[in-house]
């Protein structure tokens, strides 16, 4: 089974403007990404999908390859879907890794693959891990069922702790594994209801009957949205385990 990896990025962050290309411990922010999911050992070919030549010719530098993509999409989902269009070769799997998570596991990423390929009924997998203070919106909250089917996303804390307190929430981690038809289908469709109340484009996925799985993985990653988060990364890169294989 064939294994695409793709990795959204633009310049047009509002919270963080240019975050692709911030330096950390030498490189841009968007080429850990990109080199660390090169760590993987199940993906067979890794692309920066981006509609900025500025992001191209900079991750060129550092032997990235990249493609051009319209600057039109809505999301990064939308961005990948135009990627895969573009590809000649046929693939089982296409991993969407978020370009703003400079220390993301190799080995969460190789889990959910592996994870896929014997859920290979499910249309995405959505990985999640345990957080204890789910109050920061910028944290997207998931809720699944005991088959571990997802129910819902959402940037509010749920479930909500009515009569007693959790010990745990699952939050949402940047890395998804979708079958090519299902990311076709996602991208064909109109943003939804859901979807445009709380900006999480996977409520998409969810409202047009997808069907969606998760796996809890152990460890720690975040995105880096906002400047609290890009300090934090440049002091956790040079002390991270991965970054001695390919700084």
Same mark, same amino acid.
């Given at each position: 089974? #064939?294994?695409? $990896?793709?990795?959204?990025?633009?310049?047009?962050?509002?919270? &963080?403007?240019?975050?692709?290309?911030?330096?950390?411990?030498?490189?841009?922010?968007?080429?850990?990404?990109?080199?660390?999911?090169?760590?993987?050992?199940?993906?067979?070919?890794?692309?920066?999908?981006?509609?900025?030549?500025?992001?191209? *010719?900079?991750?060129?530098?550092?032997?990235?390859? *990249? @493609?051009?993509?319209?600057?039109?999409?809505? %999301?990064?989902?939308?961005?990948?879907?135009?990627?895969?269009?573009?590809?000649?070769?046929?693939?089982?799997?296409?991993?969407?890794? !978020? $370009?703003?998570?400079? /220390?993301?596991?190799?080995?969460?990423?190789?889990?959910?693959?592996?994870?896929?390929?014997?859920?290979?009924?499910?249309?995405?997998?959505?990985?999640? /891990?345990?957080?204890?203070?789910?109050?920061?919106?910028?944290?997207?909250?998931?809720?699944?069922? #005991?088959? %571990?089917?997802?129910?819902?996303?959402?940037?509010?804390?749920?479930?909500?702790?009515?009569? *007693?307190? *959790?010990?745990?929430?699952?939050?949402?981690?940047?890395?998804?594994?979708?079958?090519?038809?299902? &990311? /076709?289908?996602?991208?064909?469709?109109?943003?939804?209801?859901?979807? #445009?109340?709380?900006? @999480?484009?996977?409520?998409?996925?969810?409202?047009?009957?997808?069907?969606?799985?998760? @796996?809890?993985?152990?460890?720690?990653?975040?995105?880096?949205?906002?400047?609290?988060?890009?300090?934090?990364?440049?002091? !956790?890169?040079?002390?991270?385990?991965?970054?001695?294989?390919? #700084?």
């Amino acid at each position: 089974m #064939k294994v695409l $990896g793709l990795i959204p990025s633009r310049m047009g962050s509002k919270r &963080l403007p240019a975050k692709a290309l911030l330096p950390i411990s030498g490189l841009p922010l968007v080429v850990h990404t990109y080199r660390r999911a090169n760590l993987s050992k199940l993906i067979d070919k890794i692309l920066i999908c981006t509609d900025s030549k500025k992001i191209i *010719s900079e991750t060129k530098k550092y032997k990235c390859k *990249s @493609i051009l993509t319209s600057p039109y999409h809505l %999301n990064g989902t939308e961005r990948i879907a135009e990627a895969f269009l573009k590809q000649s070769n046929k693939y089982d799997f296409v991993i969407d890794i !978020q $370009g703003d998570e400079p /220390l993301i596991s190799p080995y969460h990423i190789d889990e959910i693959i592996k994870f896929h390929k014997k859920n290979n009924d499910v249309d995405i997998i959505l990985p999640t /891990l345990k957080i204890k203070y789910p109050d920061n919106p910028n944290l997207i909250k998931v809720v699944a069922n #005991k088959k %571990n089917e997802v129910m819902y996303l959402s940037r509010s804390k749920i479930p909500f702790e009515a009569k *007693s307190k *959790s010990n745990f929430f699952l939050k949402h981690l940047s890395i998804i594994s979708f079958k090519p038809e299902a &990311l /076709l289908k996602f991208a064909k469709a109109k943003p939804t209801p859901l979807e #445009k109340l709380e900006d @999480i484009e996977l409520l998409r996925g969810l409202e047009i009957g997808l069907k969606i799985k998760t @796996i809890n993985l152990k460890g720690d990653s975040f995105s880096v949205d906002v400047a609290e988060d890009y300090k934090r990364a440049k002091s !956790q890169m040079n002390k991270d385990r991965f970054f001695k294989f390919y #700084k």
